[in-house]
């Protein structure tokens, strides 16, 4: 868990958020143990940008994975800083119910929860492996 929250903080400092001055950060441990980081990445023309999560599972996908088995997040501004709405039907997508999400500040993990509790009725598919 502690490597997941350094991977999230570490992603955080290179966020590019030049609009919102809201930087997040998130990792992925994916089946296989790797561990994927990612940033928002935003764009002048709102609301083109991506956020934290979407990174991430973006370079999970890339580097061959394709299940997620814990997540972290952190944002700069904000402790405790959940997932948005796309961002939780995103990891319900590649997670199971009971994929814990870690919840973080600026010293570490501060709550766990899963994917079911953050989208209790998420949209449902067995197309991903």
């Given at each position: 868990?502690?490597?997941?929250?350094?991977?999230?903080?570490?992603?955080?400092?290179?966020?590019?958020?030049?609009?919102?001055?809201?930087?997040?950060?998130?990792?992925?441990?994916?089946?296989?143990?790797?561990?994927?980081?990612?940033?928002?990445?935003?764009?002048?023309?709102?609301?083109?940008?991506?956020?934290?999560?979407?990174?991430?599972?973006?370079?999970?996908?890339?580097?061959?994975?394709?299940?997620?088995?814990?997540?972290?997040v952190i944002a700069e501004?904000?402790?405790?800083?959940?997932?948005?709405?796309?961002?939780?039907?995103?990891?319900?997508?590649?997670?199971?119910?009971?994929?814990?999400?870690?919840?973080?500040?600026?010293?570490?993990?501060?709550?766990?929860?899963?994917?079911?509790?953050?989208?209790?009725?998420?949209?449902?598919?067995?197309?991903?492996?």
């Amino acid at each position: 868990m502690q490597d997941l929250f350094e991977a999230a903080r570490g992603a955080m400092a290179r966020a590019h958020a030049p609009y919102s001055k809201f930087p997040v950060g998130a990792a992925i441990r994916a089946e296989d143990g790797a561990i994927y980081a990612g940033a928002n990445i935003e764009n002048l023309s709102f609301p083109e940008g991506w956020c934290a999560e979407t990174t991430a599972i973006s370079h999970m996908i890339m580097g061959g994975a394709k299940r997620i088995v814990e997540v972290a997040v952190i944002a700069e501004k904000l402790a405790l800083c959940p997932p948005c709405g796309g961002c939780r039907q995103r990891l319900a997508e590649f997670s199971d119910a009971g994929t814990k999400l870690y919840l973080c500040d600026e010293t570490g993990v501060k709550k766990t929860m899963t994917i079911a509790e953050i989208l209790p009725h998420s949209f449902a598919t067995d197309v991903i492996g």
